[in-house]
């Protein structure tokens, strides 16, 4: 590369754009100048989004990545643990059925708190019926025969 020849060429445009530039009308040379600077900002716009798309394209690419080892990693790990536990003869309590079991008992007794009338008719609900609505999750009022669901009723609560 000869960088004299390169420099040359690059001054004898610049000469050329001037002496067009000032041959201009002036409204032409203030249009140049707005049409310089627009095209200056597309210029930098691009090269910003193009950036920006290939570090979101890195950053997601390690980021999967390292979910991806660490799936595996958690993974082997689990089967090693149940290897073991295999061999060992450890019995695994499944802790979740017992926080469901509780949650659930915890529930019915603050429904039942709550749930003493028919929202029909106004009669009382006996304790045969809380009884039923615990097991079934609904039950029907014997006055008036309108069923009454526990889980409508969660859901009336929450909102």
């Not at 060429?9 to 001037?18: A, G, M």
């Not at 990545?65 to 790990?77: A, P, R």
């Not at 029907?140 to 009454?148: D, I, M, T």
Request: with cysteine; charged share 20%.
């Amino acid at each position: 590369m000869d960088w004299k020849n390169i420099a040359d060429t690059v001054i004898l445009w610049y000469e050329e754009f001037i002496q067009w530039y000032l041959v201009q009308p002036i409204y032409g040379q203030i249009l140049t100048i707005i049409g310089i600077i627009a095209l200056l900002a597309l210029i930098i716009t691009i090269i910003y989004f193009v950036i920006k798309g290939i570090a979101y394209l890195i950053y997601y690419i390690l980021k999967g990545t390292y979910l991806l080892l660490k799936g595996i990693g958690l993974g082997i790990f689990r089967l090693c643990e149940g290897f073991y536990k295999l061999v060992s003869g450890e019995i695994e309590v499944n802790k979740q059925t017992e926080n469901s079991k509780a949650n659930s008992e915890n529930q019915f007794n603050g429904i039942q708190n709550k749930i003493i009338y028919c929202n029909e008719c106004g009669k009382r609900f006996s304790e045969k019926m809380m009884r039923k609505m615990q097991l079934n999750g609904s039950v029907f009022c014997v006055n008036c025969g309108k069923e009454f669901n526990i889980k409508k009723f969660q859901i009336s609560l929450t909102h």
